[in-house]
């Protein structure tokens, strides 16, 4: 089971949006809704930001949001913040093996 | 406050083993389903092993089936790894996470430990 593809970095200033692609295939990303996200900054335990896709668990700033389309699914983060650069990975179920994380993407706030 | 507490890290030969404990607080253990991510050295993060919540269905990632297993102790609120035939390239941080439902599947790991790190080394 091969990693899904994300972008290796994502840049933005304070206030814009930035959006980071998670490309999977029709044996994951492509069939199931159940993508989740995860923000990990360094040293840290990861945190679920987006599950099911869409779902922001409860605690999880409304900047964070999720959507899918085909065998790509995207994490847009709004309104960017300082405390948002971190590592972002991305999951799904496959059929092949469980679960799959994406290549992770690292997010810098300029 | 939920808690996730990763032992059992440490220095292991190649063709060594090593077990790892998850000792998990805070909510009802057996109603939450388990994973073991790791994230080697520089690089992103690996989905190891998910074990249900009644510890009757485990599975494993390509990396590591047949060398791998996966078991818990709902009585002591423990989840465990045991690694044998380990090889240079398992050398990682090992994180245990908690998924919102007692069946594997869903892939919502809610809770996460600080995680514990396996060297494997001559």
């Known amino acids: 089971q091969s990693a899904l593809t994300q972008p290796a970095s994502v840049s933005g200033s304070p206030g814009q949006s930035i959006t980071i692609s998670c490309t999977g295939t029709?044996?994951?990303?492509?069939?199931?809704?159940?993508v989740s996200w995860y923000q990990k900054h360094p040293g840290e335990a990861p945190k679920l930001v987006i599950h099911?896709?869409?779902t922001r668990p409860s605690g999880v700033s409304n900047r964070f949001s999720g959507s899918k389309s085909g065998n790509t699914a995207s994490l847009t983060i709004s309104g960017l913040q300082a405390e948002d650069e971190a590592d972002y990975y991305c999951s799904s179920f496959t059929s092949s093996s469980l679960y799959v994380f994406g290549t992770g993407t690292k997010v810098t706030v300029l | 406050e939920v808690q996730l507490l990763e032992s059992g890290g440490g220095l292991v030969q190649p063709g060594g083993s090593l077990r790892l404990s998850c000792v998990g607080s805070g909510y009802t253990f057996d109603t939450s389903a388990m994973s073991w991510v790791r994230q080697a050295p520089g690089k992103g993060l690996e989905w190891v092993s998910a074990?249900?919540?009644?510890?009757?269905?485990?599975y494993f990632g390509d990396s590591v089936k047949g060398r791998f297993t996966t078991s818990r102790d709902n009585s002591k609120n423990t989840l465990y790894l045991q690694m044998n035939s380990l090889r240079a390239e398992d050398t990682a941080i090992y994180f245990c996470?908690?998924?919102?439902?007692?069946?594997?599947?869903?892939?919502?790991?809610?809770?996460w430990g600080q995680g514990t790190l396996v060297t494997v080394s001559s």
């Open positions: 074990i249900s919540g009644s510890g009757y269905s485990s």
């Open positions: 029709s044996s994951d990303v492509g069939v199931y809704n159940y």
């Open positions: 099911d896709v869409t």
């Open positions: 996470a908690k998924e919102d439902s007692r069946i594997v599947g869903n892939n919502r790991m809610d809770y």
